[in-house]
């Protein structure tokens, strides 16, 4: 493994912000100790996870820790408020939704993509389709995610689509892990992502556990935001395990979901 000696400058004074026991800091507390921006906080980040100096982790927003080889692993605390009760009526619910679509796309193009060593292509609202046929109940997720990706020592272009299921705290159940059970069998990777404000996440917890335990026996991810558009709040709680889906399907989804120059895109990278 990588000496303390053998790191470049930012390298180390990112290391230096990282409690030495083991126990995780978020990505922006270190970001804002340092007053760095973000390329040049997740650049040196990323070196020192390629170097196994420290290692990602789930919390808000993302963490970091060093790598230790014996010792507990400390958990991110989040300190939640009061909850509110969150019932409202059926029209404002769905208005409400779709406030959503725009800032967690625009977090999932930004430091969601960051924190995950991501490079997307293209993020795009697909949920905004009025009466275009997409394939049927729960075929349209919310939001799409599109990579290809390449490797050091695997040959051949890959092609990453995730999809999000976006909720309101108003309307999470566990139906939201099947509506996204049924997106993955078009994508690579699934996600709820459920709006969940910090004064309902004491009166919401049961229900949220409950959500994880079933999206992690299915391979769905679980994602909690605080706030929409801003990622120091977002919460992995569950990460979503990878599949390959049938090429078919995964080709029609594409030319039936996605954007003109998306699809574009996608053909010209992969030639």
């Not at 997740?42 to 927003?61: K, M, T």
Request: one cysteine or more; a negative charge; glycine letters at 6%.
């Amino acid at each position: 493994m990588m000496t303390v000696m053998d790191l470049a400058p930012d390298q180390q004074a990112v290391l230096e912000c990282v409690p030495q026991d083991g126990s995780a800091i978020s990505n922006l507390a270190v970001r804002k100790r340092l007053g760095w921006d973000p390329d040049r906080y997740w650049g040196a980040r990323d070196a020192l996870v390629d170097a196994g100096v420290v290692i990602r982790g789930r919390g808000r927003g993302g963490t970091i820790r060093r790598y230790v080889e014996t010792g507990p692993l400390a958990d991110v605390v989040s300190v939640a408020v009061d909850a509110t009760d969150p019932a409202r009526e059926v029209e404002a619910v769905i208005q409400s939704e779709l406030a959503l679509y725009e800032p967690m796309r625009s977090v999932i193009a930004g430091d969601w993509a960051k924190d995950h060593r991501a490079d997307p292509l293209a993020v795009e609202v697909t949920a905004l389709q009025g009466r275009r046929v997409t394939g049927g109940t729960w075929s349209r997720p919310d939001v799409v995610s599109v990579e290809i990706r390449t490797f050091a020592y695997v040959p051949g272009k890959h092609l990453e689509l995730i999809t999000f299921e976006i909720k309101l705290a108003a309307a999470l159940n566990v139906q939201a892990v099947f509506e996204a059970l049924a997106h993955r069998r078009s994508a690579t990777r699934s996600y709820v992502l459920a709006h969940v404000p910090t004064t309902e996440a004491v009166a919401m917890e049961d229900i949220v556990s409950d959500i994880a335990e079933v999206a992690r026996s299915h391979g769905i991810g679980l994602v909690t935001a605080g706030d929409p558009a801003d990622y120091e709040t977002w919460e992995e709680r569950v990460e979503a395990r990878r599949v390959e889906p049938d090429p078919e399907r995964l080709d029609t989804f594409i030319a039936t979901q996605l954007s003109e120059r998306t699809k574009n895109l996608i053909s010209r990278r992969l030639r």
